[in-house]
């Protein structure tokens, strides 16, 4: 009797043991789906990523040497224009200076002239006075000896301001001769620094079209560095969306599972009522019987009370667990909420402190326009998720630099770009405020910040929008 009740009550221990999948084997499974998701993350990683040298800035060199010629030229042109006005002044002044020098020969031939005649005529006041002629004879000739004083007086200061003229204009030739002198010496060292600085610009050009090779390259630059983080947002959301049909899949494959066990249990209990008041009718008749058999062989007075138990022990039941403890230090993963992320509300949390630089759908100085923002802040700065989601990128990226994107579910991503550090790994789950990078200035950037965005069903919305002022 014993040995069945024992049999029946384990029999029971080993179903309800069976009830419900361990947490172990739940903890494991988790981890094989985030192994799995990381395998195709970095597939498609392989297949989207491309080597491109980052574009060495010579535009402000190119600027600078441009300007300074168009400098030098304009000194250029101002000093030959002050040269043609001094040649043309020099001219005038040796026209003007052989015009008196000619003047001066006409003036000296003059007095000479007087001086001869006066000598070869024997006149001078004296002697016409002490000759003892007519008093009027002596009278014209002292009325014209006056006369050819006054004009020999007159031709010598005329003799003498001609002199000076020619001797102003001797030190204006002089003096001008001198400047244009120094403007020669400043124009040829004007053009010893315009030699210099196109020297300086076409090796400038020639490192500019080295680095670069080739215009059109640059310009398809800004437009590949977008479609790449394109074809990389609509690859994450077909591996997102298979990555939810096979979570749905799976949790509805487990309800199943759950029911079918459920079933089968209760099949199993009802199935062991029935078996267990089967079993205790049965004992109770053959303690009927074996009560009536005793009670015909001896007399009453002599009976011995023979009582049957009417259910097994509870010790042989034992108790039923519900299932089995975990093992002591398992930390299981933070899980996916039952039914999915929920997606983004506006109202969201800055991911960083910082001005807003680049705002989105300006034009870029580099062509094209902003898809996000740019937050300036100090490198090493936490940069905290907006809302909960899991991790489905988190790797470099040309143009961007260290970049991580999480999902939050309804086909809501957001992106922190131009990082220092990742602090989180694909299929990690984040909650609103945890830090998930460092603000850096990696993927070609002058100055630290944080490159973000929000997308939806793959489209860039405005953050600002969404994120508290």
Request: hydrophobic share 35%.
């Amino acid at each position: 009797m014993r040995c069945t009740g024992l049999g029946l009550a384990l029999c029971l221990i080993g179903v309800m043991a069976q009830a419900e999948p361990s947490l172990q084997s739940r903890q494991e499974h988790a981890q094989q789906d985030r192994t799995a998701l990381r395998g195709q993350i970095d597939a498609l990683q392989k297949r989207i990523e491309a080597t491109e040298s980052d574009k060495a800035d010579a535009t402000a060199a190119l600027q600078a040497s441009e300007q300074s010629i168009s400098d030098i030229t304009r000194r250029l042109n101002d000093l030959q224009q002050r040269n043609d006005a001094l040649q043309a002044s020099l001219k005038q002044l040796k026209a003007a200076e052989t015009q008196q020098t000619v003047e001066l020969q006409h003036q000296q031939k003059a007095l000479a002239d007087q001086l001869r005649a006066q000598y070869a005529s024997g006149l001078s006041p004296w002697a016409a006075l002490l000759s003892g002629r007519d008093p009027q004879a002596i009278g014209r000739e002292l009325a014209y000896l006056s006369y050819v004083a006054r004009a020999r007086t007159q031709a010598l200061g005329d003799l003498k301001q001609t002199l000076d003229k020619l001797d102003s204009l001797h030190r204006q030739t002089n003096a001008q001769q001198k400047e244009l002198a120094g403007l020669v010496a400043d124009r040829q060292a004007e053009k010893k620094d315009l030699q210099a600085q196109q020297d300086a610009h076409r090796k400038a050009l020639a490192e500019v079209q080295s680095k670069l090779q080739g215009e059109t390259q640059q310009a398809k630059s800004l437009h590949e560095r977008d479609a790449r983080l394109g074809t990389l947002i609509q690859g994450l959301d077909a591996e997102i969306a298979q990555a939810e049909a096979r979570r749905k899949a799976a949790l509805k494959a487990e309800a199943e599972r759950k029911a079918r066990e459920r079933a089968e249990q209760a099949r199993r209990a009802r199935q062991q009522r029935a078996q267990a008041a089967e079993e205790a009718r049965r004992i109770r008749e053959q303690a009927e019987r074996a009560r009536a058999k005793g009670q015909a062989e001896n007399p009453p007075a002599q009976a011995a009370p023979t009582q049957a138990p009417e259910h097994p022990s509870k010790s042989e039941s034992g108790t039923t667990p519900e299932g089995k403890v975990p093992e002591a230090g398992s930390t299981p993963p933070r899980a996916v909420p039952p039914g999915g992320f929920p997606g983004l509300k506006k109202g969201l949390p800055r991911p960083v402190a910082g001005d807003i630089q680049g705002r989105f759908g300006t034009q870029r100085p580099e062509g094209g326009v902003w898809r996000g923002i740019v937050l300036r802040a100090p490198a090493g700065t936490p940069v905290r998720a907006v809302a909960a989601g899991r991790v489905v990128y988190a790797h470099w990226l040309s143009g961007f630099g260290n970049i991580l994107i999480i999902d939050h579910g309804q086909q809501y991503l957001s992106i922190y770009a131009y990082n220092q550090a990742l602090l989180k790994q694909v299929g990690d789950v984040v909650a609103q405020g945890d830090v998930v990078a460092r603000v850096g200035a990696t993927g070609g950037q002058v100055e630290p910040g944080l490159y973000f965005e929000l997308r939806h069903q793959g489209a860039p919305i405005n953050p600002e929008i969404w994120l508290r002022p």
